[in-house]
């Protein structure tokens, strides 16, 4: 399956939280969109990695994504080595994405910064050709690159180079959110509290939006990072 846009993120929940306004909006338009998560997200407070298959699988279908696949890293402890970096060259490479979004560049969650890099890296090795991978049908895979790789922004600020209007789709991006009832707040869990899991990291969230959203003139936005300068052949095509 050939897809737009391929997102990748270090734990289940991180695409919600950071894009899922901006994956809806272009599957809206028609794009096909499909996440692949790094790790289950196993050393989370609240949950099992059983649980957050549910929930993920559950924002998927919120979301209306093409596909969503895991690759089991261990979480807290990957690292961007060379055996990391093949397995995320063969997802961009068995799904052809034009274009890749992943992790903030830094963060608060060591995780986040940790696979930007190994997702980020693996965005240019996946189009050197002497490099060999495998398909899941045992194919040897071709070559390709992304046209484009974008960050989503999460915990800690960072100066976005765009943002995304996300206003039409902002209740969709509620819902997949708390498609993950075991991290957010839910009133009737009595589990630990979490730093995600208290009402204000939800009113932290509307706020980060709004902020964003009123920087372009709408009322919800989301903000994206860039490795090298956004060309165009028209200023029209900016407005």
Known sequence: MKLDILVFASHPDDAELGCSGTI?????AGKKVG???LTRGELGTRGTPETRLAESEAASQIMGLAVRDNLDFADGFFVNDKAHQ???VQKIREYKPQLVIMNAIHDRHPDHGRG???VSEACFLAGLKMIETIGPEGEKQEAWRPKAVYHYIQDRYIKPDVIVDITPYWEQKLESIRAFKSQFFNPNDTSENTYISS???MEFLEAR??????A???TYGEGFTVERHIGVKNLFDLI
């Open 24 to 28: 809806v909006a272009h599957i809206a």
């Open 116 to 118: 930007s890099q190994v």
């Open 35 to 37: 996440i692949v998560d």
């Open 199 to 201: 009402p204000e990291f």
């Open 86 to 88: 093949l397995k995320v």
């Open 216 to 218: 372009i003139g709408v």
């Open 209 to 214: 939006a709004k902020e964003f959203g009123h």
